[in-house]
């Protein structure tokens, strides 16, 4: 091994040495030392979300977070290539904030069952439906829906940007936890139209008074954890303190201690000192916040991995860099429009 890459794998196995085998660190650190290299030459930079694998993660971004977070790197760097390891409505959203850069993806698999539960048309028909209401799109929707939209939120500040509109009513897309998550947050009854399109009834709909408007997206991730998950942690490791995205469903986050995003969850382990915590959200996450907290015990029961930022490798990485691929390009008109959106989510902070 050159010196470069003995000093990185002796770096990620006193992190990682007891979550990776050591076998598997050192092929990943010669595979990353190769990125950092290429990095440096090429003027990129990486973005590494918070859900990247443990040895991606603590080896080449330059920066890591949680959408919001990674949002505003995207807008500030001067660097002339951008290379987002996360999924591809993020690596769009950096595109959309910074167009003059090349936004490289190193996968074109890294999809988001958010985002693709929802078009543009799907969009203008709810605008139809519902004229004048407002529209306020998770950042987990592909720059078309952004377009469509009034402004983004992330699961950061979704509950902040309802309050901030101050509207009478407002449609809330797509994630249908998130959603009723910020409607119980907010205070705000929240209906769940049919696709089928009808006419707005003005108030009233099912001779029910409501502010919030949804969708029924979900993550596949998220909605698989469960209340008797809880439970059975609970039973077995009594002083467990539960820490749960605010994509899982509202009886989840209720049964939960802590709900909030990626990032609000690795400050939580790192601010507030508990034994033991359990993580529901994307399991690489886990790995990374014991890899940063030695003295916690994580409460390994997970293995929901999130097949879409799973896409996102050491290898593939390296060739995005090698071959300048994948290039995410935008229609100019769409960009501006979807920048709107996104612009008015970071003017409120
Ligand atoms: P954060 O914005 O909390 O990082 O979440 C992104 C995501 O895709 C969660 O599943
Ligand atoms: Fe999308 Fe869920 Fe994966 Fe996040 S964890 S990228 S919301 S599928």
Known sequence: MQTNTTALYERLQSKLGRIVPEFELQIKAELAERINRLKKERNAVILGHNYMEPALFHSIPDFTGDSLELCRKAEATDKDIIVFCGVRFMAETAK?????????????KAGCSLAESITAADVRALREKYPGVPVISYVNTYAEVKAESDICCTSGNAAKV????????????????LAKNVAKETGKRIIFP?????PASSLKQGGLQYEMIGWH?????????????????????????????????????????FSGSTSALVRYVREVKAARYLLLTECSMGDNIAAENPEREMVRLCSIRCP??????????????EQTRYVVELDEELRRRALRSVERMTEIG
């Open 308 to 321: 879409h930022m799973n896409e996102i490798t050491l290898e593939d990485t390296l060739s995005a860099l």
């Open 194 to 198: 049919s696709r089928t399109p009808r």
């Open 162 to 177: 309802v309050e901030h509109l101050g509207a009478e009513r407002v449609i809330f897309l797509p994630d249908e936890y």
């Open 217 to 257: 997206g979900r993550c596949e991730v998220h909605e698989q954890f469960t209340v008797e998950d809880i439970r059975n942690v609970r039973r077995q490791v009594p002083d467990v303190v539960v820490l749960a995205h605010p994509e899982c469903s509202p009886e989840v986050v209720a049964a939960s201690d």
């Open 96 to 108: 959309i904030l910074n167009p003059a850069k090349t936004v490289l993806i190193p996968s074109p």
